[in-house]
């Protein structure tokens, strides 16, 4: 199994060259390290796109059924048995195609589930198919010839809906055994059957479809196999994007070995060259964020379980998936938090960066965004910080940071930049961090950004520049004074003005009283009635539940 990053490098600190070697080994290592397999299912993202091409499929034949019905002629001499098969096949065809069109479109089952369903509509389908091309009108004398409409059918299905191969295989076969049974079943109504020649010309068509059918099949399966490799980085497979920010994207992972769920943090070389940055700037940058995060500690900053380059020389790093709600989603859907609650979780945010300080680092991109409020096993309401890509050593050198941070951007988000950032000071420090945490502060307690002046290039100047409107100016809400004076602080231009360290700050938060009033209760009936899905089992909630009905 290909290990690398952290993971494979147990007892000893993870440096620069650590990471840089994980690179060039991983790269080096290539498809040999990647054990040989073949999926036994469809990708999140395949599954979901064929559960489009489902719906489209059978309401496409549900229109042809109609259409043909009416323009065909039906036989003044089919017997009333030919006229109720067909009718009847008619009949099944549109109420069965429209109801798995709907169950598609309206994503009423799992993914999974409606490709299996597909499966069997394959399989029925062709039994309809056959019977409404065998059953004709006994008058007519002149059996069928030709490529039959189930030959055509087990052709074209295989291309459109996607399958492993094994149930492909059971569904081309069982659907090729339905032309004989259509037949059949039209000789029993009435309809003359044929020869045995052009019996025997009619299903040669049809074995060769179903042969045709399993070799396309088996080219689907083997392209949705390579996919799937494409989509593993290192001992993890992507299962499906759940975000796209900064220089990378983020997508749902598990372990191969372990199936432990993870956050996979992907940067494309794409990216890279959309960003600007060179390879050498694009390296240092991703050495450093993982570096950073995989040496932090505390429970409110996200757990770094690996990291590495994959063959195509993108890089990537896992961390620990989390449910939850950003605090930016958190606003914006639920509206402005209670202030009790906004200095809960600030108080958490001030334990991750305080860790962070005291080991020389500077985040630089506090922003509602980054800060994740969610559940962490029965804990409701549970900061954690993320995205440290911008993060830079407080005792750094000028020329260090220079190499780094390229000129061609400022670091960090207009709306959340400390007034030192704004102006490219050299002397940037963890005052700035304290800075865009009182930017966040006021965006959970009014929903509004602490200046909204339109342009990113005015907004930034407003920051260096403009004093901030009180927040309790901003919100009918009530705001006890003392936090809002907090949050000035923390506003301040002088970074000697505001609350010097992050410990500092979340002490003073403790010293308002106010964060009582936010219980273990009062989360878990928030979390109950906004996000029930995002709860803990029915055991665990009872659980807790008792709990906070002894502590409260």
């Not at 993202?45 to 323009?71: M, N, Y």
């Amino acid at each position: 199994m290909l290990r690398t990053g952290v993971e494979s490098l147990p007892g000893k600190a993870v440096t620069q060259g650590d990471v840089r070697s994980a690179c060039v080994r991983i790269r080096k290592a290539g498809a040999a390290a990647r054990p040989s397999r073949r999926v036994a299912t469809l990708g999140h993202d395949l599954q979901e796109a064929a559960v489009t091409r489902v719906g489209l499929l059978a309401l496409l034949v549900a229109i042809f059924s109609v259409v043909l019905r009416l323009v065909v002629p039906q036989g003044a001499g089919a017997t009333p048995a030919i006229l109720g098969l067909r009718l009847g096949a008619f009949a099944s065809t549109v109420a069965i195609s429209l109801s798995l069109a709907a169950l598609a479109w309206r994503r009423a089952l799992p993914a999974r589930t409606l490709l299996n369903l597909a499966l069997f509509y394959e399989v029925v389908q062709a039994l309809l198919f056959g019977i409404t091309f065998h059953a004709v009108s006994a008058d007519s004398n002149i059996a069928p010839r030709g490529w039959s409409t189930v030959a055509v059918w087990i052709l074209t299905f295989p291309l459109i809906v996607p399958a492993t191969r094994a149930k492909t295989i059971a569904a081309t076969l069982l659907a090729g055994l339905m032309d004989p049974l259509g037949l059949a079943l039209a000789v029993a109504a009435g309809s003359p059957e044929p020869s045995r020649s052009v019996a025997g010309s009619i299903f040669l068509r049809t074995g060769l479809a179903i042969i045709a059918s399993l070799l396309v099949s088996r080219l689907l399966h083997r392209m949705s196999a390579e996919a799937a490799d494409a989509r593993e980085m290192g001992a993890y497979r992507l299962i499906e994007p759940i975000g796209r920010g900064g220089m990378g994207e983020v997508w749902r992972a598990e372990h191969r070995m372990l199936i432990r769920p993870a956050a996979l943090k992907l940067v494309r070389p794409e990216a890279l060259a959309s960003n600007g940055w060179s390879l050498d700037e694009a390296i240092a940058r991703f050495e450093r964020e993982a570096r950073a995060t995989a040496a932090l500690r505390s429970p409110h900053t996200v757990a770094v379980y690996d990291f590495g380059a994959a063959e195509d020389g993108s890089l990537y790093y896992v961390m620990e998936l989390l449910d939850g709600f950003d605090a930016d989603t958190l606003v914006r859907r639920f509206g402005p938090l209670p202030p009790e609650r906004v200095v809960h979780l600030l108080r958490q945010a001030c334990h991750s960066l305080e860790e962070a300080h005291r080991a020389g680092m500077i985040h630089r991109d506090i922003k509602p965004a980054n800060i994740l409020v969610c559940r962490h096993g029965l804990d409701l309401d549970f900061v954690k910080i993320v995205d440290f890509g911008l993060v830079k050593g407080s005792r750094d050198s000028i020329e260090s940071e220079g190499r780094v941070t390229s000129a061609r951007a400022i670091a960090g988000t207009p709306d959340y930049m400390s007034p030192e950032t704004v102006l490219g000071e050299h002397t940037v420090d963890w005052r700035s961090d304290i800075y865009s945490l009182g930017c966040v502060a006021y965006w959970m307690l009014t929903g509004e950004t602490v200046f909204d002046s339109g342009s990113p290039l005015k907004v930034a100047f407003d920051h260096a520049e403009t004093p901030p409107v009180p927040p309790s100016r901003r919100t009918d809400r009530v705001i006890p004074k003392a936090l809002e004076e907090i949050v000035l602080e923390c506003l301040s231009k002088d970074p000697r003005q505001r609350p010097q360290t992050a410990s500092e700050l979340g002490l003073r938060l403790a010293e308002l009283g106010i964060e009582e009033r936010w219980s273990r209760r009062d989360a878990e009936i928030w979390w109950r009635d906004h996000a029930p899905d995002r709860l803990p089992g029915p055991a665990a909630l009872a659980d807790a539940a008792r709990l906070s009905r002894k502590t409260a």
